[in-house]
């Protein structure tokens, strides 16, 4: 038998130029799952979860500095005795950057402590390899910085057990090989596969981002289902603020509106997922700062519900999802490709509008029809030219009958309290049917181009409609699918139930808007049905549309990224 040739270990080249070092904590990740670290350092991924949020309340009293790690030539010579706190060392050999909870030791010879918020393992070693790697790490760190290094220890907080990890050759090895590993993962510039069926997704807090389950699936991997890992609920909310004149300023943890110094409302900053400002609204500037350090985007619109624009923080870090959406929006191919399917999509949902929605006794079987043909021939079609007069054809035939989803009036009901639409019309609309299109379509795309946002990418650069200044294509794009069942469906409900009604209106001009009252009534119909949870028809779990249009986001991420072969778009059952 033909002896088997050893490995010969290549370090990674030292960094040079503007090449990133490798956060430690990085090392542990990568151990742990390679997706996970290629989300959260190459990509910029971070979502927070009730571990993450422990983990930095247990850190809080390692996390302040104190001590001194002197030179390691002066600790020897002078035998010092050291205990530091929160220290920061790097290294371009290594490629290597890491905060140390604790330093401990005398002269040169010194150990790193770890802290872990939750209790001592019982594996054989007493700790996981991410974790052996991460200290081991650490400690090559500090050889490098002159100390005599051999062994660490990890504290675990909640059990209060300090366990030690000797630095040995196998721990050597491994952790040499994760450094190699990652840069090379992040050289490369194309993400791990996702864990398949691992016991590791649902408590990870980045489960919602990396969908490991719904990507197997469309990956044609039909047999294995997906967990219902995806489904978490919104406790946080929009807070729209329309008074006119009046300023939103912070005082601690809340958000205050008033006018004139009398406080109109208040909402906690941690319930509010973002910020709606409708015409004049004053802002200050520590609340603004504060809105932007948590990522909480504030949207403007003017007083008659017109979207002008977000203010965000330093936005997402994923330069990747940036540069594959503008890739793929300079390839004609590409473009038609999506393009395509938001189209489709649009008249399927509109066709399952209409069949559940109409109210006359004889069904329109002649539109839905003819909804279904145009259907196909928006799945053909051969350039964006012909899919717009494809998608116009299916605008006229839903909309001539839209008036038949809406409750037909009763005979001795007064003219003022009636509803009539006749044709879609716009820019303004001429009457109340086609404001609240116009204002739930305003609505829908506030939503999506802030979801855009958060996701990484950019909301103005589109592949069905073209860029225009100040127009978020994107956001058009994607909504196409959600028209029919978040602000068509709107429409029709605020009608039908009696939630709106022709007095909330006001006309100058030739053009129509709702007042007051009535918008934030019909705000309310348009969040509610935002929360409105469904069966998803691909993975089976039931979700709201908030956490779909995520969703839906995000797969179009891992489409651009070449991970899934198609995006699939929505379509209601």
Same mark, same amino acid.
């Given at each position: 038998?033909?002896?088997?040739?050893?490995?010969?270990?290549?370090?990674?080249?030292?960094?040079?130029?503007?090449?990133?070092?490798?956060?430690?904590?990085?090392?542990?990740?990568?151990?742990?799952?390679?997706?996970?670290?290629?989300?959260?350092?190459?990509?910029?991924? !971070?979502?927070?979860?009730?571990?993450?949020?422990?983990?930095?309340?247990?850190?809080?009293?390692?996390? /302040?500095?104190?001590?001194?790690?002197?030179?390691?030539?002066?600790?020897?010579?002078?035998?010092?005795?050291?205990?530091?706190?929160?220290?920061?060392?790097?290294?371009? /050999?290594?490629?290597?950057?890491?905060?140390?909870?604790?330093?401990? =030791?005398?002269?040169?010879?010194?150990?790193?402590?770890?802290?872990?918020?939750?209790?001592?393992?019982?594996?054989?070693?007493?700790?996981?390899?991410?974790?052996?790697?991460?200290?081991?790490?650490?400690?090559?760190?500090?050889?490098?910085?002159?100390?005599?290094?051999?062994?660490?220890?990890?504290?675990?907080?909640?059990?209060?057990?300090?366990? %030690?990890?000797?630095?040995?050759?196998?721990?050597?090895?491994?952790?040499?090989?994760?450094?190699?590993? *990652?840069?090379?993962?992040?050289? =490369?510039?194309?993400?791990? &596969?996702?864990?398949?069926?691992?016991? /590791?997704?649902?408590?990870?807090?980045?489960?919602?981002?990396?969908?490991?389950?719904?990507?197997?699936?469309?990956?044609?991997?039909?047999?294995?289902?997906?967990?219902?890992?995806?489904?978490?609920?919104?406790?946080?909310?929009?807070?729209?603020?329309?008074?006119?004149?009046?300023?939103?300023?912070?005082? =601690?943890?809340?958000?205050?509106?008033?006018?004139?110094?009398?406080?109109?409302?208040?909402?906690?900053?941690?319930?509010?997922?973002?910020?709606?400002?409708? @015409?004049?609204?004053?802002?200050?500037?520590?609340?603004?700062?504060?809105?932007?350090?948590?990522?909480?985007?504030?949207?403007?619109?003017?007083?008659? @519900? !017109?979207?002008?624009?977000?203010?965000?923080?330093?936005?997402?870090?994923?330069?990747?999802?940036?540069?594959?959406?503008?890739?793929?929006?300079?390839?004609? %191919?590409?473009?038609?490709?999506?393009?395509? =399917?938001?189209?489709?999509?649009?008249?399927?949902?509109?066709?399952?509008?209409?069949?559940?929605? !109409?109210?006359?006794?004889?069904?329109?079987?002649?539109?839905?029809?003819?909804?279904?043909?145009?259907?196909?021939?928006?799945? %053909?079609?051969?350039? *964006?030219?012909?899919?717009?007069?494809?998608?116009?054809?299916?605008?006229?035939? #839903?909309?001539?009958?839209?008036?038949?989803?809406?409750?037909?009036?009763?005979?001795?009901? &007064?003219?003022?309290?009636?509803?009539?639409?006749?044709?879609?019309?716009?820019?303004? &609309?001429?009457?109340?049917?086609?404001?609240?299109?116009?204002?739930?379509?305003?609505?829908?795309?506030?939503?999506?181009?802030?979801?855009?946002?958060?996701?990484?990418?950019?909301?103005?650069?589109?592949?069905?409609?073209?860029?225009?200044?100040?127009?978020?294509?994107?956001?058009?794009?994607?909504?196409?699918?959600?028209? &029919? *069942?978040?602000?068509?469906?709107?429409?029709?409900?605020?009608?039908?139930?009696?939630?709106?009604?022709?007095?909330?209106?006001?006309?100058?001009?030739?053009?129509?808007? *709702?007042?007051?009252?009535?918008? /934030?009534?019909?705000?309310?119909?348009?969040?509610?049905?935002? @929360?409105?949870?469904?069966?998803?028809?691909?993975?089976?779990? %039931?979700?709201? #549309?908030?956490?779909?249009?995520?969703?839906?986001?995000?797969?179009?991420?891992?489409?651009?990224?070449?991970?899934?072969?198609?995006?699939?778009?929505?379509?209601?059952?």
């Amino acid at each position: 038998m033909e002896p088997r040739q050893g490995e010969l270990e290549l370090p990674f080249p030292e960094l040079s130029g503007d090449q990133p070092p490798i956060p430690v904590r990085m090392l542990n990740e990568h151990v742990y799952c390679p997706r996970l670290a290629y989300l959260m350092w190459v990509q910029g991924e !971070w979502m927070d979860s009730a571990d993450t949020i422990e983990g930095r309340h247990r850190h809080k009293r390692v996390d /302040k500095p104190a001590g001194d790690l002197p030179d390691a030539d002066t600790a020897q010579a002078e035998r010092i005795e050291i205990h530091a706190r929160s220290v920061t060392l790097s290294s371009n /050999k290594l490629g290597l950057i890491a905060r140390l909870d604790l330093i401990e =030791g005398e002269g040169n010879v010194v150990i790193p402590v770890d802290y872990k918020r939750g209790k001592r393992p019982h594996t054989a070693r007493g700790v996981y390899d991410p974790e052996r790697v991460q200290l081991c790490a650490q400690g090559l760190l500090l050889r490098e910085h002159g100390y005599v290094c051999e062994e660490g220890a990890i504290y675990y907080v909640e059990s209060r057990e300090r366990v %030690r990890v000797p630095f040995d050759e196998e721990l050597l090895a491994l952790t040499r090989r994760a450094i190699a590993e *990652l840069r090379a993962m992040a050289a =490369g510039g194309r993400i791990p &596969p996702p864990l398949e069926d691992s016991p /590791k997704c649902p408590r990870c807090s980045l489960v919602t981002i990396c969908l490991p389950d719904e990507v197997r699936w469309l990956q044609q991997q039909p047999d294995l289902a997906p967990r219902p890992l995806a489904v978490t609920r919104h406790e946080a909310l929009p807070l729209y603020v329309q008074q006119h004149n009046a300023k939103l300023s912070k005082k =601690g943890e809340v958000l205050e509106v008033s006018k004139d110094d009398n406080v109109l409302a208040t909402a906690r900053i941690g319930e509010v997922s973002q910020v709606v400002l409708m @015409g004049n609204v004053y802002v200050t500037a520590p609340c603004l700062a504060e809105l932007m350090q948590r990522d909480i985007p504030v949207t403007w619109h003017s007083y008659g @519900g !017109w979207f002008h624009g977000h203010t965000v923080g330093n936005g997402h870090k994923n330069v990747e999802l940036r540069t594959a959406q503008y890739r793929a929006s300079f390839d004609e %191919r590409a473009c038609l490709r999506l393009a395509r =399917g938001f189209v489709a999509a649009k008249i399927a949902n509109q066709r399952t509008l209409l069949r559940r929605n !109409w109210k006359p006794e004889d069904r329109p079987e002649r539109a839905i029809a003819d909804l279904k043909r145009i259907q196909r021939q928006a799945e %053909r079609a051969e350039s *964006l030219d012909a899919l717009l007069g494809i998608e116009g054809n299916a605008a006229a035939i #839903y909309f001539a009958h839209f008036r038949g989803m809406l409750r037909a009036a009763a005979d001795d009901e &007064p003219m003022v309290q009636r509803f009539d639409f006749t044709q879609r019309n716009r820019r303004p &609309p001429t009457d109340p049917v086609n404001a609240m299109l116009s204002f739930a379509y305003t609505l829908l795309v506030r939503t999506l181009t802030v979801t855009l946002q958060a996701v990484g990418f950019d909301p103005f650069r589109g592949f069905y409609h073209q860029p225009r200044y100040g127009r978020p294509a994107l956001a058009l794009d994607l909504m196409e699918p959600f028209r &029919p *069942l978040l602000a068509d469906s709107v429409v029709v409900q605020v009608i039908n139930n009696g939630e709106i009604h022709p007095t909330d209106f006001v006309s100058a001009a030739g053009s129509v808007n *709702l007042t007051q009252d009535g918008r /934030k009534r019909f705000i309310a119909a348009f969040e509610r049905r935002l @929360g409105h949870e469904i069966t998803h028809p691909l993975f089976g779990y %039931r979700l709201d #549309y908030r956490r779909l249009i995520e969703l839906q986001a995000r797969l179009l991420g891992r489409h651009l990224l070449g991970e899934l072969p198609d995006y699939p778009n929505f379509t209601t059952r």
